[in-house]
């Protein structure tokens, strides 16, 4: 039997998470998921080059050439180095400053991010993991962050809005100055050990009994027990 002309030769396929960034084969780059932090690409050619999802933290691109390449969920930071005149703000790829309201990133893996400036009105986070995440300051107004993990990340100043929490966990998050007053609903969230909620607690529980006595079985909690101020420096699980 002739093989299919498209036949896939396991034996020598390379996925694209375990692309390098040196010696790329000739045609366009498939490095989608690939692990590219910290490394010098020179004057790599990466015009229609396929790295979403691709980890660009403290990665000289400043000589490559990017035209047509597939930026989204590409994670970057302030140590990330650009070719001049390119907008990583607005290539779909993740970091401080990217604009991406009304953006799908449902199940994301982003623990850790520093996502400071990055607007996200609207956005889909629901299932994402920001735990460790640096949200200071942004605009979360209208983000499905339903079910979304936030443990332990920085949310000071942020401005949630009329965003979903329900079954959010964000315990031992810092939520000191965060504008939580006006969220949809905070039904099954867990709140234990967070930081700044002083001033905010006496208004989060005077919502509705079917958002503070939902049990999450997550955190084996409800909401009004981790707002009590016996959650305070309970330890996460």
């Not at 309201?101 to 629901?126: C, I, W």
């Not at 208004?203 to 079985?217: F, I, V, Y």
Request: proline share 4%.
């Amino acid at each position: 039997m002739t093989p299919h002309p498209a036949h896939l030769e396991l034996e020598t396929w390379n996925p694209p998470e375990n692309a390098e960034a040196a010696s790329q084969p000739d045609g366009r780059v498939d490095a989608r998921g690939a692990n590219w932090s910290g490394c010098a690409l020179g004057s790599a050619d990466l015009s229609g080059a396929k790295l979403c999802r691709t980890d660009l933290r403290g990665t000289d691109l400043s000589g490559s050439n990017l035209e047509d390449a597939d930026l989204r969920l590409a994670r970057y930071d302030t140590s990330t180095r650009w070719p001049d005149g390119f907008d990583p703000c607005g290539c779909g790829a993740v970091g401080p400053g990217a604009r991406l309201s009304g953006v799908f990133l449902n199940s994301t893996d982003l623990r850790g991010m520093d996502l400071r400036g990055a607007v996200l009105m609207g956005t889909y986070l629901s299932g994402a993991d920001l735990s460790g995440a640096v949200l200071d300051g942004v605009r979360l107004a209208g983000a499905d962050l339903r079910r979304t993990v936030m443990r332990g990340a920085s949310c000071v100043g942020t401005r949630f809005g009329n965003a979903q929490l329900d079954f959010a966990d964000l315990r031992g998050a810092q939520l000191q100055d965060a504008q939580l007053d006006s969220v949809e609903s905070i039904r099954g969230a867990d709140f234990s050990a967070a930081v700044g909620l002083e001033s905010i607690r006496a208004q989060l529980l005077g919502r509705e009994a079917h958002e503070l006595d939902c049990w999450n079985p997550l955190t084996r909690s409800t909401t009004r027990e981790s707002l009590s101020e016996d959650s305070v420096g309970s330890a996460m699980n």
